[in-house]
């Protein structure tokens, strides 16, 4: 096992050994090759957008939680007002479908940011299933829910808030034991 540290905001090759590498650069110095493959990308970014921190988060989780760890930062280190909790969610999806994972399992502050997570996905076109989960998937919804992305069906699955968006190709269906 390795730890890389990287920035996941940046495409831009970094010259600057000091400096925070994008993460396929990171990647790339980790192993040493260029095509950069891994089967699952798990994340649980900075999702609470800097409005929702004020109004929704609690006062002893902002008195000992790093804001930094809560509410994305803009890259040049600003935060931005109200869509801000999104910002890892594009780019992600964007470095799964570079790094070819076959899985991904991304943390969501609620169900209207998963339903975000979850279009943006399907938007991809490379994900046979895409699922939310609640706080507990395998509780019982009080209805079989479902949205519609394009043409696409994503199950709502637990009960609870919505917690995770977990997409897969029919490769990964073997890493989930399904």
């Known amino acids: 096992m390795a730890f890389v540290r990287a920035d996941v905001l940046i495409q831009e090759p970094t010259l600057e050994p000091s400096a925070n590498p994008p993460v396929l650069q990171a990647l790339q110095r980790l192993d040493g090759r260029r095509q950069t493959r891994y089967d699952i990308l798990i994340s649980n970014p ?27 930062a803009r890259p040049n280190g600003e935060y931005a007002a109200v869509s801000d909790g999104d910002l890892f969610y594009p780019r992600l999806l964007h470095i799964a479908k570079q790094v070819e994972a076959k899985v991904i399992l991304f943390e969501v502050a609620d169900l209207d940011q998963a339903k975000r997570v979850a279009q943006w996905a399907a938007s991809q076109g490379i994900w046979d299933t895409i699922e939310i989960w ?43 034991g399904r």
């Open 46 to 72: 900075p999702y609470v957008s800097s409005k929702d921190y004020m109004r929704t988060t609690s006062p002893p989780v902002r008195s000992f939680e790093p804001k930094l760890a809560l509410v994305p």
């Open 134 to 176: 609640r706080d507990f998937p395998s509780g019982q919804s009080t209805a079989e829910e479902h949205m519609l992305s394009g043409t696409r069906t994503v199950a709502i699955l637990g009960s609870g808030n919505g917690r995770s968006v977990l997409a897969y190709r029919d490769a990964g269906i073997a890493w989930l």
